[in-house]
């Protein structure tokens, strides 16, 4: 399966001066259970394997949307640009500060 991880996909991070080294570790586990879902290879969605993993209800959030660079944009707050994007197969992923995961169908959760 083909899986690739891109650091600061819309380059905003590092235009705002963040340290590209330092956005993988700020992912925390997301980034480890993305990658146990393309080792896996049980047949899920790259969704249905985090939400095993995360092991609790993952709400669609309201509100909020992911714009065509990967920006998550909510209504009177500072736009989120994605710390990393996940390519799994046929899917993707952003993780976002917060914990805040879009995923490749529209789904937007919060995962901490």
Known sequence: ?????????TGK???????????IPACG???????????MLG????????????????????GGEVLEDGTFHYEGD??????????AGDEHMYIYQYAIVAFSDGTKVRMD
């Not at 399966?1 to 996909?9: A, E, G, L, R, S």
């Not at 047949?43 to 309201?62: N, V």
């Not at 500072?78 to 390519?87: G, Q, R, T």
Request: proline share 10%; no cysteine; aromatic share 6%.
């Open 13 to 23: 991070l590092k235009e705002e001066g963040a340290n590209p080294k330092a956005l």
């Open 43 to 62: 047949g899920q969605s790259l969704k249905e394997s985090m939400s095993l993993q995360y092991q609790m209800p993952m709400m669609d959030m309201r």
């Open 78 to 87: 500072p736009d989120l640009p994605p710390l990393v994007k996940i390519e």
């Open 1 to 9: 399966m083909k899986f690739n991880v891109i650091t600061d996909p």
């Open 29 to 39: 586990y997301l980034l480890g259970w993305a990658a146990n879902h393309a080792a």
